[in-house]
């Protein structure tokens, strides 16, 4: 529970609206201003998160995206005001109590008085806006709860008309396990800087030694330059065809019989495969039955989004709202425009 306090919050964090400000005004909801501070401080909260995974806003590319990417949180923030107002008109805002409760539990989650200022600094805010935060993201579940509350439960046909339509999702394809001892050549030879031909010809060498009986794991261990396997005898876990290994390897292991190695030693990219196979699993199809409460709750879901997405489209198309850089993006796009 408290695991989903914070990675609700951590969300909140990149996706919520910091109110407070009131110069500027770039857009408004019946009435209520939102300011291009508020959004430079939104979109800058979201640019930090962006960069931390990789995002550069660097070049023409980068402030291309930066543009959509601004015009994308407005009309996030636009949202935000819609629920807020209709929480306020359907009675539903969170009591002081509910906010306070919530943001005990965040404390108790991360254990200490300094590691939740570690949390707060970290994210950029103070304890007046998390609560804020608080106080929108429990607007939002309590609309939701209102809205979805008599949406109804998947029947038993839909139920069985997704599995009958979808019945590859509940499949597990055939899977071979296999074990294998890797003489690798040239960069993939642990720094022996082993060529071609005397990779091969150590795999031949290692194929006449199985052949004369000796064990397969103790021999991967010693010969084998795969770091991945060597020490578990050279075995990989199941895996079924397209599983991203190499046509050449698994096209091999997939041509063997149980028990079997390869009689010649398998040339891919990495170097020489001896290969054998393990075990043979069979293709299963799990049946209605064992799936029924996964197919009901997906169901369910897509019956809760959808009833929520149309809610939020009536909210826009009732309400009264101006959006300055919309206006502004058409603008632009009917000047470029070219003339006839």
Request: charged share 30%; net charge negative; aromatic share 6%.
């Amino acid at each position: 529970m408290r695991k989903k306090i914070i990675l609700t919050l951590a969300l909140l964090l990149s996706s919520v609206l910091l109110w407070g400000c009131s110069s500027g005004m770039l857009a408004s909801v019946n009435g209520k201003n939102i300011t291009t501070q508020q959004l430079d401080e939104e979109v800058a909260t979201v640019k930090k998160n962006l960069e931390q995974q990789g995002f550069s806003f660097e070049g023409d590319q980068g402030k291309e995206f930066e543009d959509m990417l601004q015009q994308n949180v407005l009309e996030q923030m636009i949202d935000q005001e819609l629920v807020m107002q209709e929480a306020e008109r359907l009675k539903l805002m969170p009591t002081d109590k509910e906010i306070e409760e919530e943001l005990a539990g965040i404390k108790e989650q991360l254990g200490s008085e300094g590691e939740y200022k570690k949390f707060l600094a970290a994210n950029g805010v103070n304890e007046p806006k998390l609560k804020d935060m608080i106080n929108q993201q429990q607007a939002w579940a309590k609309v939701q709860e209102k809205i979805t509350a008599e949406a109804p439960e998947p029947t038993e046909e839909e139920i069985k008309d997704y599995y009958e339509s979808n019945k590859e999702q509940f499949s597990q394809p055939e899977q071979r396990q296999v074990s294998h001892i890797l003489i690798g050549a040239a960069d993939y030879s642990n720094g022996k800087n082993r060529s071609e031909a005397d990779a091969k010809v150590l795999a031949l060498q290692v194929v006449d030694k199985l052949n004369s009986g000796a064990d397969f794991g103790e021999l991967a261990k010693e010969y084998s330059d795969d770091p991945g396997s060597k020490d578990n005898g050279g075995q990989y876990p199941p895996f079924s065809r397209g599983s991203g290994f190499a046509t050449e390897f698994e096209d091999a292991a997939f041509a063997l019989s149980k028990g079997d190695l390869t009689t010649e030693p398998v040339r891919t990219e990495f170097g020489y495969h001896i290969v054998r196979l393990d075990d043979l699993i069979p293709a299963t199809q799990m049946s209605l039955d064992e799936v029924k409460d996964s197919i009901s709750a997906s169901l369910m879901e897509k019956t809760i989004m959808d009833k929520m997405t149309s809610y939020m489209e009536e909210l826009r198309e009732k309400a009264d709202i101006v959006n300055k850089l919309a206006e502004q993006a058409e603008e632009n796009s009917e000047e470029k425009e070219p003339a006839n």
